[in-house]
């Protein structure tokens, strides 16, 4: 089946504004991540930069064992991360329909068909580590928890608790470690609060 070149055109413009949708949704989850982190940061006290890892240092410093840290205070945090898991899954479900819409190109090469089925299949395994780190933690007693993968290989965790404690931090850099292999120094997590 031969394409016009204005169908051609049509499909163009319409993957350009998917990329488009993907860059605008990556920025605004950027943004919100940087939001976070600063957050975050200026929230805690001088003792308790140690007890969270934003910038990949040992979670396992020196500091005080009883260290507090104070997170992200939100109004709601089912709306929180709500959002959080809406932002993720509509930059994922973009992703695959590109890849979807290159595989069942009959025009595209074997090596772009390719290329796609292999990252179809790398959304498919974050989203299989972020539903089992999601389930240990929670299971650990956080009553919601977002583990967010991406694909420079880090781990982000989000999770509802007043405060964390050195051990806490610890213990789930020590899960997600174990179950991904991914270094300390890949991971980053924080704690919000209503």
């Given amino acids: 089946m031969k394409l016009s070149a204005k169908v051609k055109k ?34 805690q006290t001088e003792g308790d930069k140690d007890v969270l890892s934003n910038d990949g240092e040992d979670l396992e ?10 997170g992200l205070k939100c109004d709601s945090v089912e709306d929180y991360f709500s ?64 583990v967010n993968y991406d694909n420079d290989g880090e781990i982000d965790v989000t999770l509802v608790a007043d405060n964390l404690v050195q051990d806490e931090v610890s213990a789930i850099a020590s899960i997600i470690q174990t179950s991904t292999g991914i270094s300390i120094a890949k991971m980053s997590v924080q704690n919000v609060y209503e």
């Fill in 61 to 70: 410093s020196s500091g005080d064992e009883d260290s507090v840290t104070t």
């Fill in 10 to 43: 049509i499909i163009a413009l319409c993957i350009c504004c998917a990329l488009l949708a993907v860059a605008i949704i990556q920025n605004v989850y950027t943004g919100l991540k940087e939001e976070k982190q600063e957050a975050a940061g200026s929230n």
């Fill in 83 to 146: 959002g959080l898991r809406l932002e993720r899954d509509e930059v994922r479900s973009l992703a695959a329909e590109e890849c979807m819409a290159i595989i069942e190109n009959e025009t595209a090469a074997d090596e772009e068909k390719s290329k796609a089925q292999e990252t179809v299949q790398s959304i498919g395994m974050m989203q299989e580590i972020e539903n089992s780190l999601e389930t240990a933690l929670k299971s650990k007693g956080y009553q919601d928890v977002f």
